[in-house]
């Protein structure tokens, strides 16, 4: 049977279930080096994810008496992001209540896919984080090429003890900079590698599925303040390091640019990745907690709305565009 309607018609051959297996074909890479790298604890703890997701997905759906749409892959996206930002041992339970509360409370309360004004994922890191902060912030002893152990993640050596002890434990610079691009550091599942996130959210734009302003926006917005405003003056920080540091490349290329919790317009996607990028600074530089691209994406995705009132664009033959 074929609708018939009014016009405008706009032909597409995209789909939500083709651009969400698409978002998670990115991550692929990404995700199989978090389990080389971190063993069997990361694969359980994206399996506890992903199936709470799912599940919790599937049973809302069936108590809300609307179609059951688990084979779209929204849900199955939503758990692996939030999976790739957790800590490798993090116990399983805890994975799986922060899929729960990502899908049923952030998705569903608000009416599903489409209309949650904040990123899923983040809300369920952000509800783990909250509830159980020691967990979320204890690492696998790792070895560094400088042949020494650590717990810590890079940007909680920098919050704790300072640049000079983050070059001592990596052994310089080039070592530093090599451990961030290729995943030999300390860090939540699926955040390690910039390399193959960058190869992943590239893929992306390729496909068009999002825009370059709003990563490239924000990283660089985190590498010029993080350069300016350095830990021995002005114009004395390291913004390779910050730029490839923590959450911010995984958040950058596929948690700002959801579609559905970003501003619609150009200007007001950039307004937001600056703002992302801001408050993501204030939070490593300033704050008690050595990340902040959860907080500073879901603050933003708060603002969303009054950003497209003040960058809508003019209606043509309107009082304001005469």
């Known amino acids: 049977m074929n609708t018939v309607s009014a016009s405008p018609h706009i ?61 779209d892959g929204s849900a199955f996206l939503t758990g692996l992001l939030l999976a790739l930002c957790l800590p490798p041992e993090l116990p399983l339970y805890m994975a799986a209540l922060g899929s729960v509360v990502a899908v049923a409370i952030t998705k569903h309360s608000m009416g599903g896919l489409g209309q949650n004004i904040f990123n899923p994922a983040h809300i369920g890191r952000a509800a783990i984080m909250v509830s159980w902060p020691v967990a979320m912030t204890t690492w696998t002893s790792l070895t560094t090429s400088a042949d020494v152990v650590t717990t810590a993640t890079p940007l909680n050596i920098l919050k704790m003890q300072g640049y000079d002890a983050l070059i001592n434990t990596f052994g310089s610079n080039i070592d530093l900079y090599k451990a961030l691009l290729l ?38 917005t985190v590498g010029v303040l993080t350069w300016i405003f350095g830990p021995n003056g002005f114009f004395t920080g390291d913004p390779a390091f910050h ?50 691209v959860c907080y500073s994406i879901l603050l933003m995705n708060a603002l969303t709305p009054l950003i497209d009132r003040l960058t809508k664009p003019t209606k043509f033959g309107s009082k304001e565009a005469v």
Do not use: H
């Open 11 to 71: 032909s597409s051959s995209e789909s939500v279930p083709k651009i969400m297996w698409s978002v998670s074909l990115a991550l692929a890479p990404a995700t199989l080096f978090g389990v080389f790298y971190f063993k069997t604890n990361a694969l359980m703890v994206i399996l506890a994810s992903v199936l709470a997701a799912v599940a919790t997905e599937y049973l809302v759906q069936k108590f809300r008496k609307i179609p059951v749409t688990v084979n």
């Open 183 to 220: 995943g030999s550091r300390n860090g939540s599942i699926g955040e390690t590698c910039t390399i193959l996130l960058v190869l992943g959210g590239v893929y992306l734009i390729y496909k068009k599925y999002i825009n370059w302003q709003i990563p490239v926006v924000m990283i660089a």
């Open 243 to 292: 730029m490839m540091a923590g959450g911010l490349v995984i958040g950058a290329f596929f948690m700002a640019t959801d579609m559905v919790t970003i501003p619609i317009t150009k200007k007001g996607q950039i307004i937001f990745a600056i703002g992302c990028g801001l408050i993501t600074t204030i939070i490593r530089l300033k704050g008690g907690y050595p990340e902040g």
